[in-house]
């Protein structure tokens, strides 16, 4: 099938090279001039484990190409995907659905002939019903197709999560619509990946309940984690207590410095409002969306805490500033709310993360961005560990000792054993684990 991916981030960049991988013959197409010049010439714009040998195998083998060009792609394509942003809106919370309407209208421009078009964006119920009737008004002459197909993937994995996806969500309700997504999603059917066909609204409600549950599962285990702190009990034993209940599941129950990312706060956000516009408000979810912003600010005090109260002049070692392994996305990654707070107190912030550096550079102010983690260490007052790399998991903590000036370490994602830490001279101060020291050893 010939497939146009609109938008070539991390959704449609992954799903299109999978697709080609499949067998589809896919042009990517972005409005971004340099990233597609990227892509023509070998380049890879993000970093996502495993994406450069596949699309350069797809390229190679003629499945897959970049182009700016929207028009003269689709006109023939049999399938239009739509993946472009969908932030909040700035001041209100409410999904911005501002890239998405411009691409459908590009779109409707371009058609020669009735087109399945497939929104892959996160979108807020009723999105999909107003691109068909958009789609109906700028194109009366041609008879619109519309799908919802919400992606599941994570940044990361992202490309195992596209192959082997536990479902595929289908918003379609033609025959049209629902044979092409049928077919284009044909190959899953050797690993027997169910293909749920739904209405629009309930396909576009499903992506938002699956990442608003996921957000509510780790601040549930976050709040959990500062009770243990309270009582003496360890959240990590708590978790796998929970987590070995068939019901519970472990997944998600990892208590750390609360959810970041390009998806869990815009979207459990955007929910929020879609509740309250329809009279239905989800207010677990309001209370979610409050405690994990506040969590970010407690994480510092907890770093503040941990340094005995006073940071002024201080240096505080950061190891890892995206909001998790595997990525280079910064997009609300937790370190942008603790490391400026930290700043406030009169810290001097020196950082590395094994990808994020370039784009955190524009994000954040005044740090030092180091070439080792041994550099960011050297001579730092405090240690924090904000997001879990292996290239951290293993450090050799009597060498980090010797190379700090002063001794406390705080590990955002318990990472380590407390004893470990402190058999190294350290004091240590996890998340919802008991016996935490307070102040410099
Ligand atoms: P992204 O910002 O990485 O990529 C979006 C791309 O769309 C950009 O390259 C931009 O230049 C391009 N674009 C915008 N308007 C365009 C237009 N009119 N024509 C052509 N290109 C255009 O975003 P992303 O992270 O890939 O997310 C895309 C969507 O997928 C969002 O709705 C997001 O919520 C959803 N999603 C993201 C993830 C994730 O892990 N990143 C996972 C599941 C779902």
Redesign the pocket.
Known sequence: MRVVM???????LVSGTCFADFGHEVVC????EQ?IDQLNQGGIP?YEPGLDLLVAQNVKEGRLRFTTD?ASTVADADVVFV????PSRRGDGHADLT?VH??VD?IADAMTKPTLVVT????PVGTNRGIFNRLKARRPDLEPEVASN??????GS?IEDFKRPDRVVVGAETEMAQKLMERLYRPLNLNRVPLMITGLETAELIKYAANAFLATKITFINEMADLCEKVGANVQEVARGMGSDNRIGPKFLHAGPGYG???FP??TLALVKTGQDAGAPITIVEQVVGVNEARKAAMADKILAAAGGDLQDKKVGILGVTFKPNTD?MRDAPSLAIIPRLQSFGAKISAHDPEGMKEAAHLLDGVTWAETPLDAIKDADVLVLLTEWDTYRALDLHKVASLMRQHVFVDLRNVYKKDEVEEAGFSFSGVGVPGTNIGPA
């Open positions: 609109i938008g070539t981030g991390y959704v449609g197409v972005d409005k971004n990233k993000i929207l993946a472009v942003g969908t890239y411009a691409a590009e892959k964006s996160t979108v919400p992606e599941f993937l994570r940044e992202a990312g390009s998806c815009k979207d996305d």
